[in-house]
Structure formats: C-alpha cells, structure tokens
C-alpha cells in the first residue's frame, strides 16, 4: 500500500498524513464528525443575544439558539497565574526526557507531561496531566513555539513528531523549540474513550440518509448510543473539554517552557484555541499566527452551511483538475458539473451496494468512501492520490478510498486506533458551538444546504440535533474576540480553503484589535508550511525578528 509511517513517507503524503491524522476529517458517518470550524466571517454582530435570536449576514432574523451553561474555565475571580490556589501549577517546569514509542518522530524529540486543574474553577477537584513534546531549538534558543494542529481532536504531540521539521524553516526550528501538546481529553491528556476498535469500525462504516425521517432516527439511536458509551468511559470529564479549559491549560504550558509571553502557530481549530488564549490573556499573547481561521461570532448552523460550500467548491476544483487529465487518466468526463454529478452517482451506488477492498472483512461503505475522499481536498497537492483512488474504486475496487478514510481517522493496519479524533472532536464541539434550538428549522435548514450543495451538503446537517443528545451541555455562545492589548497576531487565510473558508479570516482579522492578515491564493487547508515560499517568508521574519508582515500581503 502507502508508506505513510511519519518520517518516511514523501512530501505529499506526509501533508497527506497531517491533514487526515491531525485534522481528523470523517464525512459520512454522521454530522458532527468533521472539522469543528468554519462558515461565514463577515457578518455584523448580532443586535441582541444568540440565544434570543438574532440576524445573519443577511440582515434575516434568525430563531433562538439552544441555551448554553457556563463554563467553568471562562470566568475566574483573578488571574490564576498570581493566584495562590494555583501557584502548584505555575511553579512546575517541565521534565524533558525520552519519549515512548507510542511517538515516532526525530532522535532529537523529547517528551514530558504538564498538570493542570481538571476543574478551573475548583483546583481541589484534581488534576489531568497534559502530554507535551518538544523539538529543541538546533541553534542558540530565542525560546518556545507552541503549536496546535487542529480538530478539535488533533494530537499535537504527533504534529510535532511528525511533520515539525517539514512545516517549520530550518531558521525557525534553529531559534525555537517547537512545542506540541495533546489537548484535554485527547489521545496521551487523559483521553476519552468511547467505543472499542471493532464498534469504532463499525460506526464510521455506517451510512445515514437524512433526508428521510427513519434515516435521521437511525443516525440519532447510533449516536445516542455512542453518547452513552461515551458517557459510561468517560463521563466525569466530557463537561470540562470546553475550549475555555484548554486555553487556561496553554497558559500553565507556557509558563512551564519557562515563557514571559505565549509564542504560538495555530492551525485550523487551533486558531480558535489561539484566538480564545488571546482573548484571555491579551497581556501575555506574544508572536501568534493563526492559519485557517474560525471566526467565534459562527453559530453551529453558520459552520455547517460554511463547510458545505466550502466543500463544494473544492470538489469543483479537483473535479475540473482531474478532467483536464482526459479518459486516460481521470475516471469522471464532460464537463465539471457532469463529473460532480457522476461522483454523487459513484457515492449513492456504492451506499447501496459497498465495495470490496483488500479487508474482506470491511468493505467500502458510503460513508467510508466520502471520507476517504474529502480528505483528500485538504490539499491540492494529493489530488493525483484522489483520482487515483477514485479510478479504483469505480472500477469496483475500494481498497485505496478505504485506506484514506482510514488514515483520515487513525486507524492502523492492525486494527487499533492510534487517536481518540473520532470522538474528541465531537465532545469539544458539542460543548463549544451552539445551533438554533427548533427542530423543524433545522430540518427546513438541513434540506436547503443539501440542494444548495448536493456533493457535501446531504451530510453536514443536524448538528445542534445531534449535541441535543450529547451528555454535556454546550458552555459557550458565538460571539466576537478583540483580544485587546494584545501584540500584533498574523492571521492567514486561503482563498479555496474548503474547511475554513477565506471569509472567516477576514472576519477574525476584523474583530481583532491588532491583527494582520495575509492572502494566500491557493486551494487547500492551511498555507503556512505548504504554499511555496511567500506566506513562509513572511510568517518566518514575524516569528524570529517580530517583523509585522506587509499590510495586506497577498500571496500565491
């Protein structure tokens, strides 16, 4: 099959192996399972409060959203960094030592673990221990980067073993150590568990049409039943996986890389983490760059018809890419829409009838074969990897598709699961971002994003419908950050993201106090470590010398 095994796989494919086992993108097996970020960007605040309704973009009222809790991380009565309650966690230092062989990264990477309260607001309550790694500085040591991959659910203590030396300039690394850490409740952070690795298997496999009311009411029992498993491993500490507390938790992680102020690079949901720091502790936010951006005023609703599109318009992209091929080498022909239209017909015959694959034990569903090729969008550069994947699979051959999808939610050759993205990503959004609470309007809202974009849209409804069933309350409402007083924060967005579409970069760039943004003309996830050169130059001049990058910097 496909070397991808960190370190020894080619360019492509490690890009290939960071969006798919960091970004964690699963499509098809039900709403909430994707990217946790994305849609619109410039819409005006609303007039009154998101849960008694508001206005789009547009200027159209808009219902109530579902009532959210209060987090227990969000509000604290000082700061905790001069709070005595709290100096056990900002005196400690971290003990860098060997790594597991759970990591598979550099010689040089070394690993430790932080604590952090796993209440805020009740420091009595226990702890949680946060898996860190760290790649040294290779010259004289400027300080730490700490990252964030995305997700939410994305490990960053793999991030840096893995694709560290590939997205960051050898200058970068020669000045910092570049920091990686496993958020709260993911995979080495006390990771929650949900299901086994067979019923992991058998619930990406599953396939749900929600467009027809018995389709929807199979989705909601899996996912029910999932919530409770859930539920039953890991209960006690699904209400506490908020954003709020891993921003709080990156705040001891600075402290203990011995840093005056956070220097940090978040990608994807990792801006939003970013972005939440910020707004917490403008004082301390130091050199920040956020690629891929969410904007905090999206609802969850916002987010999904934002994906949808963005999507879209990706298929389009490597649709067209892969025609100009011609027959001999691109399964699809006519025109872009004929090809689209023959992709949904390649989806809708392998939902009726799934497809073998090397594992006879696991043929190629529906859902697995949309997930195996929506991963695949993240970056243009696996495109070839898609079409050829795509020529297998219509020729009654899954086994390629199947691997994606695989890769896309860590799942090895032997059956076992290296991550917990499957489930994290739903604990945290489902805490995180809230969507209007009537059922109907949902419905009415599900249906219109499936005609609108019927590629992706028929499967990125109902995600408020489906965090209706979730054990935790949802703990935050949409809402603008400024983070002011902050330093200068580099904001990145590109303009054919399928994930975080460039509007959301604007948007964020606009609400924020002292922010920049750059454009990257391009198609694909991210720019910063994949664009070619100018989005790294100028990121790279900020990170080492605090150089403002050029106001309205447009790269390509």
């Known amino acids: 099959m496909h070397d991808v095994r960190h370190g020894r796989a080619p360019r492509a494919m490690r890009y290939l192996a960071t969006a798919a086992a960091l970004l964690l993108v699963v499509a098809g097996c039900g709403p909430l399972e994707r990217i946790g970020i994305g849609g619109g960007g410039d819409e005006e605040t609303p007039s009154s409060s998101p849960a008694d309704g508001g206005t789009n973009a547009e200027g159209e009222a808009t219902p109530p959203l579902a009532e959210a809790g209060t987090s227990a991380a969000a509000e604290l009565p000082e700061d905790p960094a001069t709070d005595p309650a709290y100096s056990a966690y900002y005196t400690q230092q971290v003990a860098w030592g060997p790594c597991d062989d759970s990591v598979d990264g550099p010689a040089a990477l070394e690993c430790g673990t932080v604590t952090v309260p796993k209440i805020w607001n009740d420091p009595s309550a226990g702890d949680l221990q946060i898996a860190v790694t760290r790649l040294p500085a290779t010259g004289e040591k400027q300080g730490s980067v700490l990252t964030n991959p995305g997700g939410p659910g994305g490990s960053g203590v793999d991030f840096v073993a893995g694709s560290a030396e590939t997205l960051f300039s050898a200058e970068v690394r020669g000045a910092f150590d570049i920091v990686g850490f496993d958020p709260r409740g993911v995979s080495r952070s006390a990771g929650i568990t949900c299901l086994d690795d067979a019923g992991t298997d058998a619930y990406r496999a599953e396939t749900f049409d929600l467009s027809d009311p018995e389709g929807l009411q199979a989705a909601k029992d899996a996912f029910t039943e999932l919530s409770a498993a859930c539920e039953e491993h890991s209960g006690d500490l699904l209400p506490y996986l908020d954003t709020y507390s891993a921003a709080r938790d990156l705040d001891v992680l600075r402290s203990a890389v011995g840093s005056e102020k956070l220097d940090y690079v978040g990608y994807s949901y990792g801006t939003y983490l970013g972005a939440t720091y910020a707004e917490m502790y403008p004082e301390r936010t130091g050199r920040f760059v956020l690629d891929g951006a969410l904007d905090p005023r999206l609802t969850a609703d916002d987010i999904t018809r934002g994906q949808a599109e963005g999507f879209e318009n990706?298929?389009?992209?490597?649709?067209?890419?892969?025609?100009?091929?011609?027959?001999?080498?691109?399964?699809?022909?006519?025109?872009?829409?004929?090809?689209?239209?023959?992709?949904?017909?390649f989806f809708e015959s392998v939902d009726a009838q799934p497809l073998r694959t090397d594992d006879p034990d696991r043929p190629l569903t529906g859902a697995l074969a949309r997930s195996g090729l929506l991963v695949v969008l993240y970056n243009d550069e696996n495109w070839p990897l898609g079409v050829q994947a795509l020529n297998a699979a219509m020729t009654g051959d899954g086994s390629t598709l199947l691997f994606l999808a695989d890769l896309s939610a860590d799942r090895q050759d032997d059956g076992t699961y290296s991550g917990n993205g499957t489930f994290a990503i739903t604990a945290v959004n489902c805490l995180d971002h809230v969507g209007v609470a009537d059922q109907q309007w949902q419905i009415d809202e599900a249906a219109a994003v499936a005609e609108e974009f019927p590629t992706w849209g028929p499967g990125f409804g109902f995600s408020q419908t489906m965090c209706d069933l979730w054990p935790a309350q949802p703990v935050r409402e949409p809402a603008p950050i400024s983070a002011a007083g902050s330093d200068l924060i580099v904001v990145i967005g590109t303009t054919g993201d399928p994930a975080t579409p460039y509007d959301w970069a604007v948007g964020l760039d606009e609400q924020l106090e002292n922010s920049t943004l750059i454009t990257y003309e391009g198609e694909g996830h991210t720019a910063y470590g994949r664009s070619g050169g100018c989005v790294e130059a100028a990121v790279d001049a900020y990170l080492l010398t605090g150089t403002a990058p050029e106001e309205g910097l447009t790269c390509s």
């Open 314 to 345: 990706a298929t389009s992209a490597f649709v067209e890419s892969c025609l100009s091929q011609g027959s001999d080498g691109c399964p699809l022909t006519g025109s872009v829409e004929d090809g689209k239209e023959q992709l949904r017909a």
